[in-house]
């Protein structure tokens, strides 16, 4: 009786590893074009977990062949999708290593902005529009600087018009951040503080919407702060920022500089 059972269990245990090897297997003859080619059906179905587990496949299996350069673009934005910014940044970054003169490059680092953009979406801001000048500047900072390589490197590519429109909404969101800190400070008395972050707005956000209002925290501030000849330097440049608008005149960028370094002198630092 126990010699019977244990052949039941031993015929059961094979039969297990033969199905496992049998479905670990289904793949093994399948030609790089025949792997691409069910990735990218998973990929248009919105599977994206099949499209990734492909992909791998692919890239595993034929790491020098014609489809493995497209396939390391598709796999980033299908690990976008399935909200694994990590890996899709990975993703693209071997692609632009790998592949310095390939014609989809623009692409890459225009994806790398996408990505960057979107890591600090949560669920509700996919649906709901929220103010993005309230979010992590860390990414948006990256995202800025990959529009930006689209944009410079890359004019003459179909992605340059919409990734300068991307890398300014991005600049003056990281300005409008600055002043939500500026404000923070201000409101809790904390004045030099307040400057300081004005400061650096007009300093590194001049030609933005921000460089108004940073104008008006350093006249409110400095007046808080007894510093009435710094006050009236700042009216006088925002006078000037509001008649001439932020691109202003020679008139008006001598003034910010002249703002910029009397104040890292009043502080003791050199403005550098």
């Given at each position: ?54 992909y791998e496949l692919l ?26 910014p990590d890996a899709a ?184």
């Open positions: 009786m126990r010699r019977s059972l244990l052949y039941l269990l031993l015929s059961a245990t094979l039969l297990a590893g033969c199905s496992s090897t049998e479905e670990k297997d289904n793949t093994v003859n399948w030609s790089a074009e025949r792997i691409y080619a069910e990735a990218s059906g998973a990929l248009r179905e919105g599977n994206y977990e099949k499209a990734i587990k492909n890239e595993a299996r034929y790491p020098y062949g014609v489809y493995a350069a497209q396939a390391q673009l598709d796999i980033a934005y299908a690990y976008s999708k399935f909200d694994e940044i990975d993703a693209l970054d071997r692609f632009i290593r790998l592949h310095p003169d390939h014609p989809e490059l623009a692409y890459a680092y225009y994806m790398k902005g996408i990505v960057n953009t979107e890591r600090n979406l949560g669920l509700m801001d996919r649906f709901v529009p929220t103010d993005a000048t309230q979010r992590d500047p860390v990414a948006y900072t990256q995202a800025y600087k990959d529009f930006k390589e689209v944009a410079e490197r890359f004019p003459d590519s179909r992605y340059a018009k919409d990734a300068h429109q991307r890398a300014v909404y991005l600049f003056n969101s990281l300005a409008m951040h600055e002043i939500h800190i500026a404000d923070y400070y201000m409101d809790r008395g904390a004045y030099l503080a307040a400057v300081k972050r004005a400061v650096g707005v007009v300093e590194n956000y001049q030609r933005t919407p921000a460089a108004e209002k940073a104008l008006e925290i350093m006249v409110e501030g400095y007046t808080q702060l007894g510093l009435t000849e710094f006050a009236t330097d700042a009216q006088r440049v925002l006078v000037l920022n509001r008649e001439q608008g932020n691109f202003g005149s020679d008139a008006y960028e001598q003034a910010n500089k002249s703002l910029i370094r009397r104040f890292w002198e009043y502080i003791g630092l050199d403005e550098d």
